[in-house]
């Protein structure tokens, strides 16, 4: 009885010097923080048959998926408004990356490919951020002068990834024409043409419309 109790004591004392235990099979380690519990798989009473939580580690990003007209307007550094409609609030922060090539969006499974850009804060994201649609606002800087606009609709990309507007003569005959796209704003977006003869101010161009649409037309001011 006495070693029983000797032993007793000796697990007490190293208890209260060492903490709890337990297996290291049922133990985390995680790079660093913030942490939270991303998802939880297991209910109380019910057996274990996969994982039990998801954690998430490190700071929240924003991240989205630009068509190809978008991406060219982007770059890293550029400033950020997010907006949360959930929470209420917006949140200041920055372009960080703007991927070179084409990824599906994760979200729906099987998305539509685009480029990944990640928007980080200037102040950490709160917890109650993570998972949530937000909007981005990105702000651009304006033109330095004069500049030949036409309708955001009336840009876009195709399969062998220029950027064209499509110009409509007046005998009703189109054509794309190959264009840069600068700043945007009030529903236009800045193009030079990669020839400076094909687009011109007061050149019909082709708008997007609903499919079996008469189409409508803006023109390049």
């Not at 703007?98 to 990640?118: F, H, I, K, N, T």
């Not at 033109?143 to 876009?156: C, I, K, M, N, R």
Request: proline content about 8%; aromatic content about 2%; charged content about 20%.
């Amino acid at each position: 009885m006495e070693a029983l109790r000797e032993a007793q004591e000796g697990l007490a004392a190293a208890e209260a010097a060492d903490g709890p235990m337990l297996p290291a099979a049922e133990a985390v380690f995680l790079r660093g923080f913030p942490a939270r519990v991303a998802a939880v798989a297991a209910q109380v009473g019910a057996t274990v048959s996969g994982p039990v939580l998801t954690l998430s580690a490190g700071e929240l990003v924003v991240e989205a998926y630009l068509k190809d007209d978008r991406r060219q307007l982007l770059r890293p550094g550029m400033p950020v408004v997010i907006s949360s409609e959930l929470a209420g609030s917006d949140t200041r922060g920055a372009v960080a990356v703007v991927a070179a090539e084409r990824s599906p969006a994760p979200q729906p499974p099987g998305g539509d490919l685009g480029y990944r850009m990640v928007v980080r804060a200037g102040q950490p994201l709160p917890a109650g951020f993570a998972g949530q649609d937000v909007r981005l606002t990105v702000e651009s800087a304006a033109t330095d002068g004069e500049a030949l606009v036409v309708p955001v609709t009336a840009v876009s990309a195709g399969a062998d990834g220029r950027t064209v507007v499509t110009a409509r003569a007046a005998d009703g005959t189109q054509r794309r024409v190959e264009v840069r796209t600068g700043t945007s704003g009030d529903g236009f977006i800045a193009v030079t043409p990669a020839r400076p003869a094909d687009l011109a101010p007061g050149t019909k161009v082709v708008i997007g419309t609903a499919p079996g649409a008469a189409a409508p037309r803006g023109a390049g001011r």
